[in-house]
């Protein structure tokens, strides 16, 4: 699945509806929302929260997917190309912090 | 580019420097960060939120590859496959939300 | 209660247990799922998010009282007076955002 | 400074200006830029990620107090006490989590 797929897998998802895409700030709300899910199984795992008892797995694949879904939404709202926009980081990235890390010898 | 590719894009990155990937929770804390630049940008565009005269044009196309550039770091050091993550996620709607919003007529 | 008396309080929560205040970037995770929490409720309230079914009456307040007790333990961790701070913002406000609003006539 | 002066505090500024309050989803969103600059803050001092050298030195205080302010703000917004809001949740902990972590012997 390229990311232009999911893109357009996404609006297909969306266009079903009448609703169409949330607000931009409704979007966000729910980015956070998606985050603080992550947020709480990533300080299970790796953080000092333990689970309460009631608590099933968590599921980490699943918020990074709904992560993604929803910047996804942000995306298409904007008319913003992922594959620009990924290209475009790493390219910062190689170039601006290129003396900012020590390389593998 | 493919998510697949996007992933050992990200990775081959990562690959160049000694340290690697960061620790899950310092990946979660660059994710809040960029989640944060976006809100910035959304909030002087559709928000209350007016520009003071010294910052210049926001750029939320690349808040948004910054996202997915840190979301696909967690992925990688998480071992998940984001096609797959996402695969399951557009699948869930489609089957949890199925009445839960008006279709197009 | 003073903005003390609630950093004193909260000291005197946290500590009761050996684990005493958790490290930064996990408490930076959990104020971060709190904070989703609330974006969740105010989704729900004034953005697009329909509530489904199964999902009980927000509380708002409560999800607002979580962020603040994350917030009170970060400061404690960072041995920071949450009364300087806020007033060294508000001053900050003062001065250099006068400019930047329209005034009540 | 008791948290009700701080409520008011935060009043008194807001109504100097003919905007007053923010809308809930954009308060939210500036919440959320804060907290990224927090998580930048906390995660060059305890995390993975070094300073650029233009980066000058952090002030956690600052973004603590800045996100204090925003959380008075949404508060505010809602008509919540934040006094009451806190006890609820300190009270809460006590008992809900009562057995979720060894005590101190």
């Known amino acids: 699945m390229t990311l232009e ?14 609703m169409g895409y949330w607000a931009p700030l409704s979007n966000l709300a729910r980015l956070i929302e998606e985050v ?6 990533l ?8 689970k309460k008892p ?7 694949a699943d918020e990074i997917g709904d992560i993604l879904f ?6 298409n709202s ?3 190309d992922l594959t620009t926009s ?8 190689n170039h601006r912090d290129r003396d900012r890390w020590d390389p593998v010898e």
């Open 5 to 18: 797929d999911a893109q357009r897998e996404v609006h297909k998802y969306v266009s079903q509806f009448k």
């Open 36 to 41: 603080g899910e992550l947020a709480r199984e």
């Open 43 to 50: 300080n299970h795992l790796y953080g000092n929260k333990s």
């Open 54 to 60: 009631t608590e099933g797995e968590g599921h980490i």
């Open 70 to 75: 929803t910047l996804i939404c942000i995306a």
């Open 78 to 80: 904007e008319d913003i």
């Open 86 to 93: 990924l290209k475009g980081v790493i390219d910062k990235y």
